[in-house]
């Protein structure tokens, strides 16, 4: 049998067809057998995966989980008013049902961050249902400017988190305000 022997240009289109064959051969997908670059612990686009056991879990900024536990707070009692306006005057729960559900997942979002808390207090509610409208439409008022100026001394994530519950009591205090007639 003739011996063959590769040449030049048998070599030069093999590797030109298929260049990740060579490549591929030395990779290993087997997560025991070391795969993957060297110290980057699964990373993924210099990202970890999971953290390694020696690794540290980031702390947050002392200044963020105030200004997100004092929001917290303000959230909370908001969802109070709602809920005791909704107990005295059934007439009115479902006009309130929408911002005591906002109130619910924005307080849940809150408490993502790392060491926030709310503190809970009581509250009063007018004895009529206007008034209670009234003074809960007031309350988001307020609410909504301090956490638009909460948001505006942060950036990131909490920042944005802020401002997205500001527009909303904006909102919700413009859908609770009585409207005002207009004069014939």
């Keep these: 049998m003739p011996e063959r022997r590769l040449n030049r240009r048998t070599v ?5 067809l298929v260049p990740g064959a060579v490549a591929l051969a030395g990779c290993k997908d087997d997560a025991a057998s070391g795969a993957g670059t060297p110290g980057t612990k699964g990373a993924v686009n210099g ?4 953290p390694g056991p020696t690794e540290e879990t980031p702390t947050v900024d002392p200044a963020v989980v105030a200004a997100l536990s004092t929001a917290a707070t303000q959230v909370t009692q908001l969802s109070q008013l709602y809920a005791t306006a909704s107990r005295k005057f059934p007439a009115l729960r479902a006009q309130l ?11 849940a979002k809150l408490k993502e961050t790392q ?11 007018p004895a009529s249902s206007q008034a209670a409208l009234a003074a809960i439409a007031k309350q988001e008022k307020a609410t909504a400017v301090a956490h638009a100026a909460a948001a505006a001394k942060l950036s990131g994530a909490p920042a944005r988190l802020l401002a997205e519950i500001a527009a909303s009591e904006t909102q919700l205090f413009a859908t609770l305000t009585p409207k005002k007639k207009e004069a014939p």
Excluded: E, M, W
């Excluded at 049902?97 to 307080?107: E, I, R």
């Design 12 to 16: 030069f289109v093999t590797a030109a």
């Design 47 to 50: 990202t970890p995966t999971a």
């Design 115 to 125: 060491g926030v808390a709310a503190q809970a207090a009581k509250s009063a509610v």
């Design 97 to 107: 049902a929408a911002g005591a559900k906002y109130h619910v997942s924005h307080l």
